[in-house]
């Protein structure tokens, strides 16, 4: 099992900059590919960014490319999501999702987006930018 705890959400202006952190613990060595999703009142969770294992893969959605930064330190298992230039439309839950390694090999933007190839979740942090 993998247990994951977000941190870093909170309340900022339109423009200003934020970074989240998502820490595993556990067994974060049997995690795979991890990943950002976010969900706003009344919507559907959906895909923001996603990391491989090693950190070399990385895959973004249009509305955050540019703007957001995944990146994963092996040494404290935690990967983070730098935003900047923040928008009122990302004010959501922002979600950590952890892959299990003991599935089959996955690649590419399809399988790293997709919510239902994640096995592991935070609780969320709430992410509310005003106008």
């Known amino acids: 099992q993998v247990q994951l705890a977000e941190s870093g959400g909170g309340l900022v202006q339109a423009g200003d900059s934020l970074r989240l952190a998502c820490a595993a613990s556990?067994?974060?060595?049997?995690?795979?590919?991890m990943g950002w999703f976010r969900q706003a009142p009344g919507k559907e969770r959906e895909f923001v960014a996603a990391i491989s294992w090693s950190g070399g893969v990385t895959y973004y959605s249009d509305s955050v490319n540019g703007r957001f930064t995944i990146s994963r330190d092996g040494a404290k298992n935690t990967i983070y999501a730098q935003m900047i230039s923040l928008k009122p439309e990302d004010t959501a839950v922002y979600y950590c999702?952890?892959?299990?390694?003991?599935?089959?090999?996955?690649?590419?933007?399809?399988?790293?987006?997709?919510?239902?190839?994640?096995?592991?979740w935070g609780q969320g942090t709430q992410v509310t930018v005003s106008s």
């Open positions: 999702a952890a892959r299990s390694g003991q599935k089959y090999y996955c690649s590419g933007y399809t399988c790293f987006s997709d919510i239902n190839e994640y096995d592991y």
């Open positions: 556990g067994r974060p060595y049997s995690a795979d590919n």
